[in-house]
């Protein structure tokens, strides 16, 4: 009887060993196993730059786009009617650029006289592509107020105090400019229904004025206009 005992106790210590293996269940993961998913796409959120998503604040839809208008101080010199085209003044406009006055024209002959655009201060978007029209070259656009019933027209004026070529901005959208802005991306067609006036005058995108370091750019009376 001594090796038939000596062999159950073997066989019993053996099964007692296994048992926590037998009994653990199967589907149990290890703690390695339990954090590589939360891991992998973690690193895959790294490989993506860490975009933020347009509810963690990272979309701006067009207003992201609004540092890329370059709008001046300048002062118009000379003014002149279109000799093609009734409708249309034919000014130069002092941007403080050392090349010299730039041309513009503007369908402003049925809203104002010449003498009342003479040697006024003015904004103008400065880097749009030059583009004739009737066969004059305008090389920028002066921006203006019209009224929601379109009874008046009245000019978007920098401060005082603001010196010529002085860039206009919008608060939080300040970076550089665009050298000049692509026309097939329309840009400008894109923004421009944003553009306002607020019930003092002050000329806005949305909720943002106009503004240099001189203060904001207003037109003379015109509330809840366009700014075209």
Same mark, same amino acid.
């Given at each position: 009887?001594?090796?038939?005992?000596?062999?159950?106790?073997? /066989?019993?210590?053996?099964?007692?060993?296994?048992?926590?293996?037998?009994?653990?269940?199967?589907h149990?993961?290890?703690?390695?196993?339990?954090?590589a998913?939360v891991?992998?796409?973690a690193?895959?959120?790294?490989?993506?730059?860490?975009k933020?998503?347009p509810?963690?604040g990272?979309?701006?839809?067009?207003?992201?786009?609004?540092?890329?208008? +370059?709008?001046?101080?300048?002062?118009v010199?000379? /003014?002149?009617?279109?000799?093609e085209?009734?409708?249309?003044?034919?000014?130069?406009?002092?941007?403080?650029?050392?090349t010299?006055p730039?041309?513009?024209?503007?369908?402003?002959?049925?809203?104002?006289?010449?003498?009342a655009?003479?040697g006024?201060r003015?904004?103008?978007?400065?880097?749009?592509?030059?583009?004739?029209?009737?066969?004059?070259?305008?090389?920028?656009m002066?921006?203006?107020?019209?009224?929601? +019933?379109?009874s008046?027209?009245e000019?978007?004026?920098?401060?005082?105090?603001?010196?010529?070529?002085?860039r206009?901005?919008?608060?939080?959208?300040?970076?550089?400019?665009?050298?000049q802005?692509?026309?097939?991306?329309k840009?400008?067609?894109?923004l421009?229904?944003?553009?306002?006036?607020?019930?003092?005058?002050?000329?806005?995108?949305?909720?943002?004025?106009?503004?240099?370091?001189?203060?904001?750019?207003?037109?003379?009376? @015109?509330?809840?206009?366009a @700014?075209k």
């Open positions: 009887s001594g090796p038939a005992t000596m062999l159950a106790a073997v /066989v019993a210590s053996a099964a007692l060993s296994w048992a926590p293996t037998l009994l653990a269940p199967h149990a993961p290890s703690p390695h196993t339990r954090h998913p891991t992998a796409l690193a895959k959120a790294k490989r993506k730059g860490g933020k998503s509810a963690a990272g979309g701006g839809g067009v207003a992201e786009e609004l540092h890329k208008l +370059d709008l001046r101080v300048g002062r010199l000379k /003014v002149e009617r279109h000799s085209a009734d409708s249309l003044y034919v000014e130069e406009v002092d941007l403080g650029e050392p010299g730039r041309r513009v024209v503007s369908g402003l002959v049925k809203y104002m006289t010449a003498e655009l003479l006024r003015v904004v103008l978007l400065a880097n749009t592509k030059p583009s004739k029209l009737k066969g004059v070259e305008s090389q920028a002066l921006l203006c107020a019209f009224a929601a +019933d379109g008046a027209v000019l978007v004026e920098p401060p005082p105090g603001a010196p010529l070529g002085e206009v901005v919008f608060d939080g959208h300040d970076a550089p400019p665009e050298k802005l692509n026309p097939r991306k840009l400008w067609d894109r421009q229904p944003e553009m306002n006036t607020a019930p003092d005058g002050t000329a806005r995108f949305q909720q943002l004025p106009f503004s240099t370091p001189h203060g904001p750019c207003k037109c003379a009376s @015109i509330a809840g206009g @700014i």
